[in-house]
């Protein structure tokens, strides 16, 4: 299915208020399973690092992981790159209207994107399965950061990342030019591109598969069926909250064999 309307409506929606934008990021930070990983590597690298630094978010989507760095590092400069012009125009509106002026967004395709020896940091979240030319990328993410400098990426897994199981599966998003990596293939291709030490672990384990399966794949494919399901949303979230937290809690404190997605630090 098409995720790209479904996040189009979401956006409009809680972009007309600057507190329902900051509880629409609140949501995203306690559903997603994917953020909470995210939120703990960057917990770690927050730790690493002194009064300032300069963060890349490659592919900021919403902006919620630049709001989540600039709330709690308002002396560091995070540049949000974005291919979808109407994002980057929402995001700039919304941090300028909330007075976060640390963050700004600019229209940019990551395949053309370099800044060299510029970021501390390189944030890539659910943006890689979306690009065919992936190590094009990667090349030029290792140009742009500093010696030292850190790339974080969060990304499907060939393990059923995109909903696809079984060989004559489909990806689950339309929008992806893969089904997912293998640890063994990003990590490959990460060292083509210049990376030395790249260290990959799986999430969505089997915690994590069921929390996907009902905070964000069934609710997605009802969405797709009638926009009338918005109005139900809070009631089947009432529903389903509590187990899913407790899922998502199990899945950051278990060691996955295997996982639908793989978090990535490649450290150059």
Known sequence: MQYDPIKAVLGKFFNRRV?????FYRLLDTLLLRTWHVHQALRVFFRSKGVQARVLDAGSGFGQYSWYIASRKPQWDITGIEIKEEQVQDCN????????SNARFELGDLTRYMMPEHFDLILSVDVMEH????????????????????LLISTPSDQGGSGVEHEHDSSFIEE?????????EITGKLHLAGFEKVDV?????????ISWKFSMKYPILLLGVSRLFFVLLPVYYLLVFPGCLLLNYLDIKLHHQRGTGLLVRALK
């Open 19 to 23: 507190w329902l934008r900051k509880l």
């Open 93 to 100: 509106m919304f941090f300028a209207r909330a007075n976060r």
């Open 131 to 150: 690009i065919e030319e992936d190590v094009t990328v990667f090349r030029n993410f290792y140009h742009s950061l500093k010696p030292g400098g850190e």
């Open 176 to 184: 992806h030019v893969r089904d997912g990596y293998s640890p063994e």
């Open 201 to 209: 672990k799986y999430t969505y384990g089997w915690p994590g598969k």
